[in-house]
């Protein structure tokens, strides 16, 4: 049973906090400031049961599977998921510089900030119970009892569980050690690694042009690459140039233009499960939110990570003037495009710019070839492109044939191709995703029978 002043001393630390204000404002650390408050405060016990019940309800609402999170308390794992994804001076700082270069007095700020979280974090779900059941006494526990909210774990993020994530390693220093403040250097590494705020919490997003920011996907496509069947020497095109970026060496904007269905999507996709523990993120744009480039870039060129910025199926028609702001973006542009940022682009258009035989009658301009030629420089600013064509029949049954084994169906010899084809002829032609689709419906087809 911890003393009232360890409440006391819980609260002034979230009072002070200096650079980590933000956590304060979590709807969950305002619940919890105010039992804190209630049960500092000598608050009559109908009060405190409230604030308690209020605040795990907030702990319930982000609550993983069993044995999720770091500690299995759900207050200490999300105040410590609250620390390593927040976003001020200190975490951006040390994302980009090392500690030395942000001055004593910011470095002070912080580790006085690491030791007040640390006596929050120090009340646990079973003391915040007791005191609240102490408050109470026998006759005033409500009807069912008082839950305790120790095993209703904050779930960690995959990032964070992920093998060699670098948060794996300074949560389990920061639990071993009893002064949070000596943790400084090491929290800064963590921060130098994974990034702060939102790029350290996410490896995907989407640009919302209309908001004019990034938003992080909690579920990006989990395809990785064995999964991807045929077309292995354009998809090694993208993995060696990926590579290269990841390692700091010069790597081309890529097109991955040809038919539909061929898994150019998908490869670009692969790459972010290939190498996201390796810092490499992903930013899907939308077409329409290609003037937003000079924004974005502004926002990627201060993170440390390595962002491939993906506009999928991409093409314009003849009135569409936004490709310009992508020329200007991947060579030509007065700001010059940052080392940690790649274009990835996938289109069913080797030149994305709709040209029609009447852009051949110059009519009465004076410079028709020009523009014509501006139309199909656009795919040239790609340093790379890679053609990805319709399967033929072989490759086709091959891919199936791969996906079959992969999920464990099993048909007669010779069945699964037959209706294989079948399938495609009834919908949309041979292609990599016609395949799947097949797949995907056979497999609810026989465990459907095998349920029956």
Known sequence: MMEKTEYIEALHSARSLVLYRNIISDPACRAWLNFIESVAGDRPADETLNTYCELFFCLAQQAGPAGGGFTGDAWQDHLLQLLLYDDNTFSRGTSLYSPEKLGPSLLDAARGDLARIHAMYRIDGADAREAVMQRLGADGIP??????????????????????????????????????GSCLEDLARYYR????????????????????????????????????IGYQDQRQQVVDNTEKF???????????????????????????????EQGLRLVEVPKSSLGDFPKIITLLRQQPQRFIIFVDDLSFEESEVEYKELKAVLEGGLASRPANVLIYATSNRRHLVRERFSDRDMGDDLHGN???????????????????????????????????????????EGELERRALLWASWHNGLSGRTARQFIDNLSGELHLHEKI
């Open 143 to 180: 009807c069912g009892g008082l839950p305790l909210w120790k095993g209703l774990s904050a779930l960690a993020s995959d990032g964070l569980k992920a093998k060699n994530h670098p948060g794996g390693e300074i949560i389990d220093l920061l639990l071993r050690s009893g002064d949070w």
């Open 193 to 228: 690694v994974a990034g702060a705020g939102l790029t350290g919490r996410y490896r995907a997003f989407r640009w919302c042009g209309a908001a004019g920011r990034m938003e992080g996907i909690n579920e990006p496509d989990s395809i990785r690459f064995e999964e991807l």
């Open 246 to 276: 990841l390692a700091g060496f010069p790597a081309n904007n890529l097109l991955l233009y040809g038919d539909r269905g061929t898994g150019k999507s998908s490869t670009v996709k692969a790459l972010l499960n290939q190498y996201g």
């Open 370 to 412: 020009d523009t014509i030629q501006e139309k199909l420089s656009l795919a040239d600013r790609f340093g790379v492109t890679i053609f990805f064509t319709t399967p033929d029949r072989a490759l086709y049954l091959s891919i199936v044939r791969e996906m079959a084994r992969h999920m464990g169906l099993e048909l007669a």
